[in-house]
């Protein structure tokens, strides 16, 4: 098992900032990718960002430039640096990891509201 907290939501205006921290706990050892995904009201959720193991990432079109996604492998936290933020990207963000084996944890998330 892979318990998983965000943090770091919140309210922002337009062209603010925010950091999104997700630590991981339990088997934490075993993580493979691990990513962002955000769900608007109203739309589905939509992977924002990801990471491997190896570091490689890869980013939706739409923040690339503005966000990026980063791991700290001692701490199992994975971050998530939101710059130049607008209001589309209001939504809740949540975490994830697949594991070695293919196991799919998802934190709960945590709200992210830009205000124009």
């Known amino acids: 098992q892979v318990q998983l907290v965000e943090s770091g939501g919140g309210l922002v205006q337009a062209g603010g900032s925010l950091r999104l921290s997700c630590v991981a706990s339990?088997?934490?050892?075993?993580?493979?990718?691990m990513g962002w995904y955000r769900q608007a009201p109203g739309k589905q959720r939509e992977l924002v960002a990801r990471?491997?193991?190896?570091?490689?990432?890869n980013y939706v079109d739409s923040v690339k430039g503005r966000f990026t996604i980063s791991r700290d492998y001692a701490k199992n936290t994975v971050y998530l640096q939101m710059n130049s933020l607008k209001p589309e990207d209001t939504a809740v963000y949540s975490c994830?990891?697949?594991?070695?084996?293919?196991?799919?944890?998802w934190g709960k998330g945590t709200l992210v509201t830009v205000s124009s």
């Open positions: 994830n990891v697949v594991t070695l084996s293919g196991m799919l944890y």
């Open positions: 339990g088997n934490a050892f075993n993580m493979n990718t």
């Open positions: 990471i491997t193991r190896g570091s490689s990432t």
